[in-house]
C-alpha cells in the first residue's frame, strides 16, 4: 500500500467505523458465538503472497464483527464504562502516524513535555494539591499508565524501595530479603483484585482491612490492623485506597485514613480509576478530600473521560521516589540535556521502556469538549443512573444495595442468590442489554453501569421494562420449581 491508497482506504476506513458508531445500537450488543469461533474461519497461516485491501476489509464483517462485545453501545451496562469520543480517535490516528517510542525527552521531545502539560491541565480540573503537579519546577508531577493496574503496582513497588532504604538505614543489621519479608501491604476488602496482584508480583504480603456497612474503610478498621501487626514485627509499608469501589462505587474515608498513614510512614496510594473522572465536577470534588495525605493518586481518563484507551493518568507527590525505584542509565539511552533538569525521562516512571504518544487523545480531547462539555457529560451519566434507581425502587419486588453516587447501580430481586442468578442469565441470553454481577457480602447482586457515550432516556427506561419483564417471566416458573426456604 502506497500513500495514494492510504489515503482512499484511509478515509473507507474513518466512514466505515463512523457508521459502526452511528448505526451501534442496530447490533446486538453481545455476541452469538461459541468458544473457538474464529479459528476454522480464517487460513491456518498467513498467506505467501499478499492479499488486496478489499479482501482484508470485507473480512471485518464476516470474521470480526461476530465476536466483537459491543462496549459502545446503549445497551451496554457492564463491567464499567470505556471512553471513546472522535476527536479521540483521531488523536490515536495521529498516534499512530508519528510511531514515535517515547521512553525519554530526546525520543521526542513534544511526546514528553506534552504529557507532562496534560497531566497538570487534567490535575488542576480535579483541583488536586499544587504538590502533586509538575510546573516549572515542583517535586511531584504526573504520568499516563496503560491502565489503574500499573499504577497501583508502580506506587507499591515505589514505596517498597523507599521502605527497604528507610528501614536499613535506620537498623543497618536487617538484610534486604529480612525486611522484605516482613513488609505487609493494605487495601480494602472492596478493593479490585489488581491491587492483590500488584503485592503478588512485588513478593509482599497484602492484606484486607474490612470495610463497614456502606462498603467503605474507616480508620479505626486500618489501625487495629496496623497495630496487631506491627506488635508481630511486621512492617506496613503500603495501604491502597479505594475511591469508588468495583463492586458498588463505595469510597474509603480518605480524611481518617490520610493521618494514619501519614503518621505511620506508609505510602498511601488512591486508586480512583472510574470515580475520578467525576472530581472534574465541583458537586463531586468533595470525594477527594483527603488527597492531601497521599503519596500518589490515579484515575483512568479512558474510562468516563472521552479518551479512548489506554489513558490511566497517575500524579506523584515526590517524583524522586519513582525514578529512585526505577533509574537505569546504559549509555545508549544517555543524550545531551538529560541533566539539564528541565527534562523528564517517562521511563523512570513506569514499568515498560517504550511508550506511546497517549497525550494527544488528552490535548486533542480536552480543547475539543472544553471542562464544561466533558462535565456535562458525566452529569448526564448519573442522572441516568438515579433515573434507573428510581425505576429501580419503584417496584417492591428488587431492592437497592448500595447508594447510588455516581453512574453505577447495584441491585437486586428481593429473595435468594439463586433467583438474581438466573435473572442475571435470563438477562445475559436475551442479548438485548449486558450487565455483570458482583458480591456484596453474601448477596449476588447485579450491577447496572451508565457506559455509553450515546445513551440516553429512552434506553434506560428500555432496559428497566426489559428486566421487569424478565423477572415476571422468572418469579411465574420459580415458585413452582423453587420451595421458597
Known amino acids: 500500500m502506497d500513500a495514494a491508497e492510504f489515503r482512499k482506504r484511509g478515509k473507507e476506513m474513518v466512514d466505515y467505523v463512523a457508521d459502526y458508531l452511528e448505526k451501534i445500537e442496530k447490533r446486538q450488543v453481545f455476541p452469538d458465538v461459541e468458544p473457538g469461533y474464529l479459528r476454522p474461519l480464517i487460513a491456518d497461516c498467513a498467506p505467501q503472497d499478499p492479499e488486496s485491501f478489499e479482501d482484508v476489509f470485507k473480512d471485518i464483517e464476516k470474521i470480526i464483527m461476530p465476536g466483537v462485545t459491543h462496549w459502545h453501545s446503549p445497551y451496554f451496562f457492564a463491567y464499567f464504562p470505556a471512553a471513546s469520543s472522535f476527536p479521540a480517535l483521531l488523536a490515536d490516528m495521529l498516534c499512530g502516524g508519528i510511531g514515535c517510542v517515547g521512553f525519554s525527552w530526546a525520543a521526542s521531545p513534544a511526546c514528553t513535555e506534552l504529557e507532562t502539560v496534560m497531566l497538570d491541565w487534567l490535575g488542576k480540573m480535579v483541583n488536586l494539591p499544587e504538590e502533586f503537579l509538575a510546573g516549572k519546577d515542583g517535586q511531584g508531577g504526573g504520568v499516563i499508565q496503560g491502565s489503574a493496574s500499573e499504577a497501583t503496582l508502580i506506587a507499591l513497588l515505589a514505596a517498597r524501595t523507599k521502605t527497604i532504604r528507610w528501614v536499613q538505614s535506620e537498623k543497618p543489621e536487617l538484610t534486604e530479603a529480612e525486611i522484605m519479608s516482613r513488609l505487609v501491604a493494605y487495601a480494602s476488602d472492596q478493593a479490585h483484585s489488581s491491587v492483590e496482584r500488584a503485592a503478588l508480583i512485588g513478593a509482599v504480603k497484602i492484606k484486607n482491612v474490612p470495610s463497614d456497612d456502606t462498603f467503605s474503610v474507616c480508620g479505626s478498621a486500618l489501625k487495629k490492623v496496623l497495630d496487631e501487626d506491627k506488635a508481630a514485627g511486621l512492617i506496613p509499608f503500603f495501604f491502597c485506597a479505594t475511591l469508588g469501589t468495583t463492586p458498588c462505587c463505595s469510597f474509603d ?110 490535548w486533542f480531547v480536552l480543547r475539543m469538549y472544553g471542562v464544561k462539555g466533558l462535565q456535562e457529560h458525566i452529569r448526564k451519566h448519573v442522572r441516568l443512573s438515579h433515573q434507573f434507581e428510581h425505576l429501580v425502587l419503584q417496584d417492591e419486588r428488587f431492592e437497592i444495595c448500595a447508594e447510588v453516587v455516581l453512574g453505577l447501580v447495584c441491585f437486586r430481586l428481593k429473595g435468594s442468590n439463586e433467583l438474581n442468578k438466573a435473572l442475571l442469565k435470563s438477562i445475559n441470553d436475551a442479548k438485548k442489554i449486558h450487565l455483570v454481577p458482583s458480591h456484596l457480602r453474601e448477596k449476588f447482586v447485579l450491577r447496572f453501569a451508565i457506559c455509553s457515550r450515546t445513551v440516553e432516556s429512552t434506553h434506560i427506561k428500555f432496559a428497566w421494562q426489559h428486566i421487569s419483564q424478565l423477572a415476571t417471566d422468572l418469579l411465574k416458573t420459580w415458585g413452582q420449581n423453587h420451595h421458597q426456604q
Not at 505511620?264 to 480509576?273: G, K, L
Not at 475520578?276 to 474510562?303: M, T, Y
Request: aromatic share 14%; proline share 5%; hydrophobic share 40%.
Open 253 to 362: 474515608k480518605l480524611l481518617e485514613l490520610g493521618p494514619i498513614c501519614n503518621k505511620e510512614n506508609i505510602w498511601m496510594h488512591i486508586d480512583a480509576a472510574y470515580a475520578g473522572s467525576a472530581f472534574i465536577c465541583p458537586e463531586f470534588r468533595h470525594l477527594l478530600n483527603g488527597v492531601e495525605f497521599a503519596d500518589s493518586f490515579n484515575f483512568n481518563p479512558h474510562k468516563w473521560l472521552l479518551v479512548n484507551f489506554d489513558c490511566s493518568a497517575m500524579w506523584v507527590k515526590k517524583r524522586s521516589d519513582l525514578i529512585g525505584a526505577f533509574k537505569l542509565e546504559p549509555l545508549y539511552l544517555q543524550y545531551h540535556h538529560q541533566e539539564s533538569g528541565l527534562v523528564t525521562d517517562y521511563r523512570h516512571w513506569q514499568i515498560p521502556l517504550g511508550r506511546r504518544f497517549r497525550s494527544l487523545k488528552l
